[in-house]
Every structure is written in structure tokens, then in C-alpha cells.
């Protein structure tokens, strides 16, 4: 066991022989941390928080009560294999949150970045990554072996289906079912998710150039209305402009992918 002197651990919890707890920590009351876990500088545990497996947390990162993080996969098919579970800093997870560790299938590691939030009730599953400055609302479930990138906003009471990705800057509705891989800077909504246009908020919001606006507003409509395939209009649009983000759109579709896209209109 490695507890830095000056964290703070509240004599009603438990801290499992060979965890590693870090310089000015502080473990709420009745917490649990497991034998394999490793905290970093300045994270605080509230109440009840439970941090299980081989779980290794950066800095500044604050847990709420009764959140559970780095337990087994919720999968049938899991063995008992030593997977992974790895979080970055300055992240807030809140009460009731569950986050698992990875399966051997999926590459042994559910990932998460910086500077995320995750609301009360969200569920992270197995082999996710996560990148930074992500917010998952109250509730959602992100399933196994989805890869969401920075910036994006999954609204609560979402579900995204396992496999998907969900590229940077994008927002998905609360109460939305999302099946296929979702563009960067796209805007999900519907109960069966629908690519309804862009994140344009965010965009602004995120201080971005009109003239990129503009590009990215002419690539969608090229996306929904130009001959051939989805694909093939992705790549000619990204001939016709040079427009960083247009250009991370025709990236991300032509990358690797379990699934399909989320079309406009479709």
C-alpha cells in the first residue's frame, strides 16, 4: 500500500492492501478502493464511492457517492481476464456512475481523457474510449467498444449502440437511440437518432471561423443532396474546400468502422 501523508482518508473507509493514493486525496466516508487501484494528486471521493480493478485515475479528478468504477464487465463472454481501466485528470463523475474495465476482445482497456463530465446515472461500458472535454447527461449508457471523441455532448437518457463512434464536436438529443457512427460536428435527435444538421452552437460557442462555418454548412448539403454514395459525396467535398473541419469529416468517414453512418435525411 502507497498513501501519500498528506491525503485524507476517513477512518470508515476501506483502502485495500497495494492501492496507491495520492498527495492530497481525500477519501469520503465509507469508500471502498481495491487493492490494484491507483489514484493520483488531489482527487477527492466523496461518500460510498466505490473504485475497483486495475484502475488508474490522473489528477484533480472528484467522484460523487455511490459511484462505482473499474468493476467487471457487464458481459457474458468476460472471463476473469486482467483488463484495464484508465482516466485522465480534472474529470467529475457523478453519483450513481458506473464505469467498467475492458474485456480481452475489445483490447483489455476502457479509456477516458481530461476535463470530462459524466451526470448522475450514466453508464460507461466496457473497452469505450472516451477523449476529452466529453459530457454524458443524466442517465445515458454508452455501450461497449464505442469511441467518442473531444468535445461531444451525449444528452440524457441516450443509448448508443456498442461499436459506434461518435466524432468530434458532434451532440446527440436526450432520449435518443443512437445505431450508426455519427459525424464530427453533427446533431443527433429523434428517438431513433437522425443526423438533423450541425452542431452550429457548439461551433460558435467553440469560437470557430465563419468561413469554416460556411464550408461545413455547404459539406453537409453536398452530403445530403449529391450524387452517388454517401462515401463518394464525402470524398469529393473534401476536393472541393480547404476547410480543416470539412476535412476531419472526410477523415472520419473514410476511417475504419464496425458500422455504418447516420446520413442526412436518413
Do not use: W
Request: aromatic fraction near 4%; charged fraction near 20%; include cysteine.
Amino acid at each position: 500500500m502507497s498513501i501519500h501523508p498528506t491525503a485524507q482518508i476517513h477512518a470508515s473507509a476501506v483502502v485495500e492492501e497495494g492501492a496507491c493514493i495520492g498527495e492530497s486525496c481525500i477519501v469520503g466516508a465509507f469508500c471502498y478502493i481495491g487493492a490494484e487501484a491507483t489514484l493520483g494528486a488531489r482527487c477527492v471521493l466523496m461518500t460510498h464511492v466505490v473504485i475497483k480493478g486495475q484502475t488508474v485515475m490522473g489528477d484533480d479528478n472528484t467522484v460523487f457517492s455511490f459511484a462505482v468504477i473499474g468493476e467487471i464487465p457487464q458481459d457474458k463472454k468476460f472471463g476473469g481476464e486482467i483488463t484495464r481501466l484508465e482516466i485522465g485528470s480534472r474529470n467529475r463523475i457523478r453519483e450513481h456512475v458506473t464505469i467498467n474495465t475492458g474485456t480481452e476482445g475489445g483490447g483489455s482497456l476502457t479509456k477516458m481523457g481530461d476535463d470530462c463530465l459524466l451526470m448522475a446515472g450514466c453508464h460507461v461500458a466496457h473497452d469505450v474510449i472516451i477523449a476529452n472535454n466529453v459530457i454524458v447527461v443524466n442517465s445515458a449508457a454508452v455501450a461497449g467498444h464505442c469511441i467518442i471523441e473531444d468535445d461531444v455532448i451525449i444528452g440524457g437518457l441516450a443509448g448508443i449502440h456498442q461499436f459506434v463512434r461518435i466524432g468530434k464536436g458532434a451532440i446527440i438529443g436526450a432520449v435518443t437511440m443512437v445505431t450508426n457512427d455519427v459525424i464530427p460536428f453533427g446533431l443527433v435527435q429523434a428517438p431513433r437518432g437522425q443526423l438533423d444538421g450541425l452542431n452550429l452552437v457548439g461551433l460558435k460557442r467553440r469560437g470557430v471561423d465563419r468561413a469554416d462555418i460556411m464550408a461545413l454548412r455547404a459539406a453537409f448539403q453536398m452530403m445530403a443532396q449529391g450524387e452517388g454514395t454517401f462515401q463518394d459525396r464525402v470524398k469529393r467535398m473534401g476536393e472541393d474546400t480547404d476547410s480543416a473541419y470539412v476535412h476531419q469529416i472526410v477523415d472520419f468517414v473514410t476511417g475504419a468502422t464496425d458500422r455504418s453512418f447516420l446520413t442526412p435525411g436518413g
